[in-house]
């Protein structure tokens, strides 16, 4: 025995059980457990924050949005002062900015 360490009863022979200390446990340690036969499923719904419908009416407001500008651009009066460049290009480029404001808001299909 080391000397540091006074030889006391206290040390436990084989025929003396170990006492066992009362275990407390917190509230927070407290965790919900799955079944053990379900496994996690990971939907890739779930996984995206849109659905497809969405994400295709994003890629077509995107192609509505560079098409009115692409209008806008086919103007031959000067800086763009003509019907093309002053009303039908801004029209189309606002529909697309419409389109994309219901693609995201539009709730996907289940």
Same mark, same amino acid.
């Given at each position: ?30 965790? =919900? ?5 379900? =496994? ?16 295709? &009416? &994003? ?12 209008? &806008?651009?086919l ?19 606002m529909g ?15």
């Open positions: 025995m080391a000397k540091d360490k006074p030889y006391s009863s206290a040390t436990l022979t084989r025929e003396e059980p170990a006492k066992k200390a009362p275990v407390t446990t917190t509230p927070a340690a407290k965790t =919900t457990r799955m079944p053990i036969g379900e =496994t996690v499923r990971r939907d890739n719904a779930a996984a995206l924050p849109f659905g497809r419908q969405n994400y295709v &009416m &994003m890629v077509i407001g995107i192609a509505v949005i560079l098409s009115g500008f692409f209008i &806008m651009s103007d031959k009066e000067e800086f763009g002062f003509g019907f093309l460049g002053l009303t039908l290009g801004p029209i189309v480029v697309g900015f419409v389109l994309e404001f219901f693609a995201i808001l539009a709730k996907p299909k289940a």
